[in-house]
């Protein structure tokens, strides 16, 4: 003799291929997600003119080593920008350039662009100084 | 009379819905503590930083430059001409979004900062990854 049991059975949605979906979901949401913590350095196109009156601006160079050259020293990020904040302060500067030399890279050029933005003047990454003409990426 | 329920199937359920609860639980933190990364068509190392306080995330309409120069705009690989095409039909005054390779030669970047700039771009936005100290 068969007797139902009534109370038991109230889910009408079966759960394995429920939980196929959800397994799927979660996968893809695992695989597509990022967690980078992303940060944006506004660079300037070059329209922006410098007042005639102001100070030079300080130029350092940015070897393919990553070596920072200011004034034809080599020197740490930190010890630049304490050094560049004092000169500021002197009025003797008023802006940083960044010149990347022919071999350097991305990474130490913008690593200079961070440290030195710290300091408060403003920096900008210097145009290419004798190869103008080079050609376009 | 009095019938057993039938035990099998009772705890079968029972031991998925503590696991559905947790796979939920997983599913609604990647949803919401994640960013869906769009990804370039090749590999891209972004340049690191540690001071720059400006919070990003990926734009769509993101152009990307691989270590070697190569070009993708918004995911899709582009020939170096096709770009100022591309930038022709950009809105006037908004910035543009930049991820570049930690090893492209910094001096690559000038040039292409030239020809956004003709084509109108004043603000250009170059993405980074913080790095905590």
């Known amino acids: 003799m068969q007797i139902e049991t009534a109370v038991r059975r109230r889910h009408s949605i079966s759960l394995t291929p429920l939980i ?3 397994f799927i979901l979660l996968l893809f949401f695992m695989l597509a997600t990022s967690f980078t913590d992303w940060r944006e350095i506004t660079l300037a196109t070059g329209t922006t003119a410098a007042e005639d ?4 601006p300080a130029i350092v160079h940015v070897g393919a080593d990553g070596a920072l050259r200011y004034d ?14 004092r000169r500021q302060a002197e009025e003797a500067i008023a802006a940083v350039v ?10 130490p050029t913008v690593s200079a662009l961070d440290a030195l933005a710290a300091t408060g003047l403003p920096v900008a990454l210097g145009k290419n100084a004798n190869d103008e003409t080079a050609p376009a990426p | ?24 639980l997983l599913l609604i933190f990647f949803v919401v503590a994640g960013v869906i990364a769009r990804q370039a068509p090749f590999d891209i190392i972004l340049p ?9 995330v990926p734009a769509e309409q993101i152009l990307a430059i691989a270590a070697d120069g190569r070009l993708a705009f918004a995911g899709e690989p582009i020939a170096s001409a096709e770009l100022d095409d591309i930038l022709a039909t950009w809105p006037e005054g908004e910035a543009l979004q930049i991820q570049a390779d930690s090893d492209l030669p910094a001096r690559q970047l000038n040039p292409l900062l030239e020809r956004l700039r003709r084509a109108g771009i004043v603000e250009v936005r170059l993405l980074t990854q913080h790095q905590s100290r």
């Open chain 1, 20 to 22: 196929d979906v959800v």
């Open chain 1, 53 to 56: 009156e102001q100070p030079p």
């Open chain 1, 72 to 85: 034809g020293e080599t020197r740490s990020a930190d010890e630049l920008a304490q050094l560049l904040q």
């Open chain 1, 98 to 107: 960044i010149q990347p030399d022919h071999a350097a890279t991305l990474g």
């Open chain 2, 1 to 24: 009379m009095i019938v057993p329920p039938p035990k099998r199937q009772r705890s079968l359920d029972d031991s998925i819905l503590p696991l559905i609860n947790v796979v939920f």
């Open chain 2, 48 to 56: 690191q930083t540690m001071r720059t306080e400006t919070r990003s």
